[in-house]
């Protein structure tokens, strides 16, 4: 059974950086993907990218190229999103969620959430 | 990217009632279509996988439908609990994308 285990809240100023930490744990989540979904307030969610946590690849959303980098960090078993440049519109709650490779299960489970606020 | 697009936006039920959720794809996804039921501050849990299939644990009054463009979601009998927004979300190809929601309020 795969746990994913995100930190609370980020604030961070217009033009800044954030970076944001999911802690996997459980059987067999290194075989398949992580990805990055974020909702803003009152909106759906919206696709960010995955990465293989064994492979180490990874895919953006063309929305977030250049923006973004997903890392995996074996000594923590944790995957990062880091998300430059930010814009007001940044302002999200940031998940991480596990598929299998092949997207014939969908997104599960999904990490609690981290609350990211771009403000000035 | 392909498009998905929910109806209704929102709809008013009681408990008891029988819903229906539709989704409808830009383009054929096959049944790369998966379906999330969401509460307010809550990340969503997944309730249908693969347009028909039950994720383990969801009531078996949640029922899916479909494939290629068009797929329904059917709540049988509608419980307090089902209140809450839905999305479905195709995984056909990249950028996976969600619906906009549909949002199911007491009547």
């Known amino acids: ?120 | 990217d392909i498009q998905m697009t929910q109806s209704p936006s929102s709809l008013s039920a009681s408990v008891g009632d029988t819903v229906t959720i539709t989704c409808r794809a830009s383009e054929s996804i096959s049944t790369y279509l998966h379906w999330y039921q969401q509460k307010p501050g809550k990340a969503p849990n997944l309730l249908i996988y693969a347009a028909s299939n039950l994720h383990s644990g969801v009531p078996s009054r949640f029922s899916g439908s479909g494939s290629g463009t068009d797929f329904t979601l059917t709540i049988s009998s509608l419980q307090p609990e089902d209140f809450a927004t839905y999305y479905c979300q195709q995984s056909y190809n990249t950028p996976r994308t969600f619906g906009q929601g549909t949002r199911v309020e007491f009547k």
């Not at chain 1, 459980?26 to 990465?51: K, L, T």
């Not at chain 1, 000594?75 to 014939?104: H, N, P, Q, R």
């Open chain 1, 1 to 120: 059974q795969v746990q994913l285990v995100q930190a609370g809240a980020e604030v961070k100023k217009p033009g800044a950086s954030v970076k944001v930490y999911c802690k996997a744990s459980g059987s067999s989540f290194i075989s398949h993907d992580i990805n990055w979904v974020r909702q803003a307030p009152g909106q759906g969610p919206e696709w960010m990218g995955w990465i293989n946590p064994q492979s180490h690849n990874t895919g953006y959303a063309q929305k977030f190229q250049g923006r973004v980098t997903m890392t995996w960090n074996t000594s923590i078993s944790s995957v990062s999103m880091e998300l430059s440049s930010l814009k007001f519109e940044d302002t999200a709650v940031y998940y991480c969620v596990y598929s299998i490779s092949s997207g014939d299960y969908g997104f599960d489970p999904w990490g609690q959430g981290t609350l990211v606020t771009v403000s000035s």
